[in-house]
């Protein structure tokens, strides 16, 4: 008995340790299949530690392996919350400043910055799904501190300056309906946190919906005052060709730097690459790969509408106001005044104003959640949503409201163009790291841009960087019209 005793013991030991080595080696499969599988389609998914961006959503819509096209509309979304840069307050002060003072000429600047922006919004596409990073998280993961916290306090500015957009615009906005003071106009903004949490605990795909929504009131409100301005279609058509007097007249600059600023926004190619993971696309083989043609499509069929919309500012500024002889206008309160004896409706000027309000609504989720992307994938901390937007909107209320009291609304309207053309400085701060990163082998393995598209990104950057370099020495010589 004591034999047979020993001889169970003894089987029962070496079967544990069988069942030990087994779960070993089946541990060591499965980790070198983790680590294997993003190197075969795309580049490594980040360092350890690193907090997923809008973690609460996180890869929280199924996009499913049914047909093509069902896939590819679990993608559509995020290009619009992209496209909404194209028509905040802040694009139609500059918008509107342009085509009253130039006409149609600076429509080519909004072709070129829609283009711009089509290209590197799908480069964010192609740089988040093959590296499972947002361009906040890249920048920590891949450049030393001293880089990346400069580089963090730039997009945290960036944010800002748009913010100060959506204050005064939606403040304008209410004043224009409901004839609200401008002062506490920009109060009530900081209760649209209210709205956001509302939105993010229904779920990201009531977000989407909401600002899709207000896109498409704003675009229903411009065909209706294209409708009454009744612009030149052949004069449109001669201003989407560039004009050297572009570059060469500073004033006119100045403005179309500000269109690059208030188009190929900053924070939207943090934005970007960080609502991309709120997919839950397959992440083996030739998944991440029709992500990314879904994504890129969502993206550019989005910004392609946006920039009609976009365009439709300036045209309705360059035959309303600059063809009827009018001259500049730079305030929003003016050209919202100035519509209904110069189009001969009562309805323009209302159209206008909710159009303006659905902007400054629409733009102030996107600009909240590119904030908690920002901090997230920089600092690897979360603030609460309500402290973010509070933080982030106190900032952008204290200027604002300093400009209305010392200045009254043309002190305001003057914020809001400057508040683009800091944007636009601050462009290639951000477009230069995706470009960089993109273009390294090692992290987007092989889903790497063609070299032809990686070129064209690399001039934008360069173009952003020279037209930028023009604008400050204009400044500093006294010729520009800062």
Sequence with gaps: ??????????????????????????????????????????????GSGHVASLDESHRSVAVGSGGVFRRFLA?????????????DPGNWATSIAGGSQFGYTLLAAVLLSSL??????????????????DLAQACREYFPRWVSLPLWVLAELAIIATDLAEVIGTAIGLQLLFGLPLVWG??????????????????????????ATMILIIAVCFVGELILAQPAIAEIAAGLFP?????????????ALGILGATVMPHNLYLHTG????????????????????????????????????AAILILAAAAFQGSGAGKVEDLTDAHALLEPLLGSALAP?????????????????????GQIVMQGFLRMRLPVVLRRLITRGLAIVPAAFAIISYGE????????????VLSLQLPFAVIPLVLFSSQSEKMGKLRPSRWLLALAAIIAVLIVVLNTKLVWDFLAGNGGI
């Design 75 to 87: 993608f559509v979304g995020p290009g619009f919350l992209v496209a909404v840069g194209y028509m």
């Design 275 to 310: 609502v991309l993971h709120t997919r839950a696309y397959d992440q083996e083989k030739g998944g991440r790969r029709a992500a990314i043609r879904f994504a890129t499509i969502d993206s550019s069929v989005a910004l392609a509408f946006a920039f009609l919309v976009n």
């Design 186 to 211: 920009v109060v009530v903004t900081a209760l649209d946190v209210f709205l956001i949490l509302y939105l993010q605990n229904r779920g990201f795909r009531y977000i989407e919906a909401f600002v």
């Design 350 to 370: 209302i159209l206008f104003a909710v159009a303006l309000l659905a902007s400054g609504l629409s733009s102030t989720v996107t600009a909240t959640m590119a």
């Design 410 to 421: 043309t002190g305001a309207a003057e914020l809001l163009v400057l508040s683009q053309v």
């Design 116 to 133: 711009m922006a089509i290209l590197l919004q799908a480069l964010c596409a192609r740089f988040a799904i093959a590296t499972g990073l």
């Design 243 to 255: 004009s050297p007097e572009i570059v060469t007249n500073g004033a006119m600059l100045y403005i």
């Design 1 to 46: 008995m004591q034999k047979e005793g020993r001889i169970l013991c003894r089987a029962r030991e070496f079967s544990l340790d069988a069942t030990h080595r087994t779960a070993r080696q089946g541990q060591k499969t499965i980790t070198a299949k983790r680590t294997e599988e993003p190197q075969s389609e795309g580049g490594p998914l980040g």
